[in-house]
């Protein structure tokens, strides 16, 4: 079955950078959009950035111009560069998966960023 597990998470200082990264396995990666979401304590999950199977991309307003996904369809693997972290980015990170045709969706497990001084 498909399965998606993030990593990269961490504690990092306002104004630094972390990469997240998402490993998918059981299917090919060609076949979904992927995208990141997060959730900060006491809110909701919220889009963070989406690529589709064709690269094309789009982004929170919140993190345009910081942040950057990536995908590798070749090694299964979509990554989520984020520069400029401030506290407000603070959430735990989810990667998700939506198959193209099916529309059948998938979850990480998430990944905790921090962002404090």
């Known amino acids: 079955q498909v399965q998606l597990v993030e990593s990269g998470g961490g504690l990092v200082q306002p104004g630094g950078s972390l990469r997240l990264s998402c490993a998918l396995s059981g299917s090919v990666l060609s076949f979904y959009a992927m995208a990141w979401y997060r959730q900060a304590p006491g809110a909701q999950r919220e889009l963070v950035a989406r690529?589709?199977?064709?690269?094309?991309?789009n982004y929170a307003d919140s993190v345009k111009g910081r942040f950057t996904i990536f995908r590798d369809n070749a090694k299964k693997t979509v990554d989520l560069q984020m520069n400029s972290l401030k506290p407000e980015d603070t959430a735990v990170y989810y990667c998700?998966?939506?198959?193209?045709?099916?529309?059948?969706?998938?979850w990480g497990q998430g990944t905790q960023v921090t962002v404090s001084s």
């Open positions: 690529i589709s199977s064709g690269g094309s991309t």
């Open positions: 998700n998966a939506v198959r193209i045709m099916s529309k059948n969706g998938y």
